[in-house]
């Protein structure tokens, strides 16, 4: 990877905890109902995301 595609990355936080999550989104990157696992505070999260901005649709324990 370059330094080119590392810039149009980023990581994606945890909506609840706000820790890093393990999933990177591009600028071209759509999710519609993306079930987002948190390591750190162990809750799950429904997400929308387009480009760079992230959306909170529901949140549930594990």
């Known amino acids: 990877m370059n330094k080119d595609e ?3 990355q980023k990581w994606v936080y945890c909506p609840v905890c ?3 999550t393990r999933v990177r989104l591009r600028k ?3 999710l ?3 079930p987002l696992f948190c ?3 162990k ?3 429904l ?3 387009e480009g760079f901005t992230v959306r909170l649709i529901g949140c549930k324990s594990m």
């Open 28 to 30: 071209d990157t759509v």
């Open 47 to 49: 997400i929308d995301a």
């Open 43 to 45: 809750k799950e999260s």
């Open 6 to 8: 590392m810039e149009c």
């Open 18 to 20: 706000g820790n890093k």
């Open 32 to 34: 519609l109902h993306f």
């Open 39 to 41: 390591p750190k505070c």
